[in-house]
């Protein structure tokens, strides 16, 4: 196994984890919010969070190897379920493509509206384990 414990350009995880393990050909995410990296903020709008979300859950995937074509299987965390369609909305935008396999729950979390893993094919090589 080999674990990323800190993308390039993400943020620093709050705990005790890896960002990402790497598997044999494939990667395990940690679980992204909508904070942006380096500033510490979240953006205003529950859109806006999923968009920051998602670009946080990329950044760990190009760390890893991998990218959203290749992502197999998606957990969301909202913690509203009014936000289903919003979410629903921007998810499709950025990786209706070709969606993966996919849970959301509504759940409750600690300062923020969301959090998204994700389970992706490593398709750089040299980043296989």
């Given at each position: 196994?080999k ?7 993400s943020?620093l995880?709050v ?5 990402a393990v ?7 995410t940690?679980g992204?919010?909508?904070?942006i990296p ?8 529950f859109?806006?969070?999923?968009r920051q979300t998602?670009?946080n859950?990329?950044?760990v995937l190009q760390a ?7 992502v197999?299987k998606v ?14 909305r921007?998810?499709?935008?950025m990786l ?19 959090e998204?893993e ?6 750089d090589h040299?980043l296989r384990?």
């Amino acid at each position: 196994m080999k674990r990323l414990t800190a993308a390039a350009g993400s943020n620093l995880p709050v705990g005790p984890y890896s960002q990402a393990v790497i598997s044999g050909n494939l990667v395990f995410t940690a679980g992204q919010i909508p904070v942006i990296p380096g500033q510490h903020i979240q953006p205003e709008t529950f859109e806006q969070q999923v968009r920051q979300t998602l670009r946080n859950l990329e950044t760990v995937l190009q760390a890893a190897g991998s990218d959203f074509d290749h992502v197999v299987k998606v957990n969301g965390y909202l913690t509203d379920p009014a936000q289903l369609e919003p979410y629903n909305r921007v998810y499709a935008e950025m990786l209706g493509h070709a969606p993966p396999a996919r849970t959301t729950v509504c759940v409750s979390l600690w300062g923020v509206a969301l959090e998204i893993e994700c389970i992706a094919e490593v398709i750089d090589h040299r980043l296989r384990v």
